[in-house]
């Protein structure tokens, strides 16, 4: 059988896995990171797929789609967008939307919490205790289940700690926790 007639497998094609939760664990995410995907998610089916999909009809009204880049191009990225959407509602359908502002006041470290600590060597910096969809390192947030937002959990400012980091063993002191203020109604 010519090779022509077979199905190729496209690494593009291959299902996005999601991010492992631990055993046992919940997708927890504030309020804001469910707004920001559902509002994607919407964007996507809205608007984005069917101006895809308007290209990818007019180029193959056009003849030969063997070399028309229009309509390859257009196939390629329904799929990524078909990916996205498909991501996206499971992560939304699994998701635990949990809001930190009812810990406002709090000193001990829970979900959402933005922690100022400290290293064996006195640099300090603070992390925001973010869902796994929504953290960004960039801005300072952390996933819950990343190893320095596990071990701030549940400690309280003033607490030493001990952090497994992959080369060796640090000790962190937590300075301060802060949560966000609770919207007025």
Do not use: C
Request: hydrophobic share 35%.
């Amino acid at each position: 059988m010519s090779k022509a007639f077979t199905k190729e497998t496209d690494a593009d094609d291959e299902e996005l896995q999601l991010p492992s939760l631990p055993a046992g664990g919940k997708n927890y995410i504030t309020p804001q990171g469910y707004a920001t995907l559902r509002d994607e998610l919407l964007d996507l089916i809205d608007n984005e797929r069917p101006k895809v999909v308007e290209v990818v009809h007019w180029a193959a009204s056009n003849g030969d789609r063997s070399e028309n880049g229009d309509y390859l191009y257009g196939k390629k990225r329904l799929r990524e967008i078909d990916r996205r959407i498909r991501f996206l509602t499971k992560r939304l359908e699994i998701a635990e939307v949990t809001d930190p502002s009812v810990h406002f006041g709090n000193a001990q470290i829970f979900f959402g919490a933005t922690v100022t600590y400290a290293d064996d060597a006195g640099v300090e910096r603070t992390v925001t205790i973010k869902g796994i969809d929504e953290a960004n390192s960039a801005q300072g947030e952390v996933s819950w289940i990343s190893p320095i937002a596990r071990t701030l959990l549940k400690a309280r400012e003033g607490d030493e700690l001990k952090l497994v980091m992959p080369d060796r063993v640090g000790d962190i002191e937590v300075l301060k926790v802060s949560y966000p203020a609770p919207r007025q109604p």
